[in-house]
């Protein structure tokens, strides 16, 4: 009876291991590696802890995986290869060489971009959750304290960069030179916060200023609106009832009052009417009777002045018209 295929996950980039950072897979080298494909037993770098070898290596996207091939008669590894085949131990971990700038923070996250595959080993825990093995170029094993030394210094990397990428674009707005220093850029700082104080100093003159010219409008518009208000009353163009509309109107903008009252038609006395009609009768005594017959008149002072028309047919005539 055939055994079922192990496949194992040697690195799976969507998740973040025990460092906190996730490896590309994409940037994991393999051309050492499958010269020398070697599956030790929990990162043990002896004869006696080689397992097998890992076959059928792939890349799938996100993953790399590989199937281990064991060949050990050792006491120790073949109990390690008895509790895999029973599925008892399902972790393994990668050994890798790496350069410390490779690992940089990409959209917030600490990311490993680029290192070579050495070895991977069966481990009791899967490498992306707790166990991986990083060694440096010269193929010393990194204990967990230099490890975490070199992430914490990427992040530092990565966070002065960012300060320093944005102390760029601030020196570029406010128009220094390259490569200003934060002693420069603090003394522009304050030569722009004094010139704002400044600005707003002079903003708030200007503002007291037309509030001064606006009060004085307001008072000389009060007073000639008043001024008027008081002599439509007097030429009859408003009356007691009609005052406290205008003045309500007035009090949201004596122009607007002003404009009303003096928009109101005035009021004929009944003397200007007397006197009017007088002189209107005085143009018709320079007239003859047959004057005022070819002209027209006489149906008007028949209409509009009756007494006046019989008083001149009677003249006339020497009768009273029928």
């Known amino acids: 009876m055939s055994k079922k295929k192990l496949v194992f996950t040697l690195n799976d980039e969507t998740k973040k291991n025990s460092y906190g950072f996730r490896v590309k897979t994409d940037g994991i080298s393999l051309e050492r590696f499958k010269q020398n494909p070697i599956c030790l037993n929990d990162h043990e770098n002896t004869t006696k802890a080689v397992l097998g070898k890992w076959v059928d290596i792939q890349t799938n996207n996100t993953l790399l995986t590989a199937t281990p091939e064991f060949d050990t008669k050792d006491t120790d590894g073949a109990e390690v290869v008895r509790k895999v085949q029973n599925g008892t131990l399902k972790g393994c971990s990668m050994g890798m060489y790496f350069n410390p700038d490779d690992l940089q923070i990409i959209d917030g996250e600490l990311w490993l971009l680029k290192c070579e595959l050495y070895e991977a080993s069966i481990v ?26 070199l992430c914490l210094r990427a992040k530092n990397y990565q966070f002065k ?33 004094a010139k704002l104080t400044a600005s707003e100093n002079k903003n708030e003159e200007l503002k007291a200023k037309i509030q001064e010219l606006q009060d004085k409008e307001t008072v000389k518009l009060r007073a000639e609106f008043e001024t008027e208000l008081e002599n439509a009353v007097k030429d009859g163009r408003l009356d007691a009832d009609g005052k406290p509309a205008i003045v309500e109107l007035a009090e949201k903008s004596y122009a607007k009052g002003i404009s009303l009252l003096k928009a109101l038609p005035k009021r004929n006395k009944v003397s200007d ?38 008083e001149r047919f009677k003249k006339q005539f020497g009768t009273d018209p029928k």
């Open 161 to 193: 960069h960012k300060q320093m990428e944005e102390l760029k674009e601030i020196v570029a707005h406010l128009q220094l030179k390259t490569g200003a220093n934060a002693g420069e850029v603090l003394v522009a700082i304050k030569g722009l916060e």
């Open 273 to 310: 009417n007397i006197k009017t009609e007088e002189a209107v009768l005085a143009s018709y005594d320079q007239m003859t009777w047959e004057q005022l017959d070819k002209g027209n008149h006489l149906e008007k002072l028949k209409l509009n002045h009756n007494d006046y028309y019989v």
């Open 124 to 149: 009791a825990v899967p490498s992306n959750a707790n166990s991986i093995s990083l060694y440096s170029e010269d193929g010393n094993r990194l204990t967990d304290k230099e490890v975490k030394q």
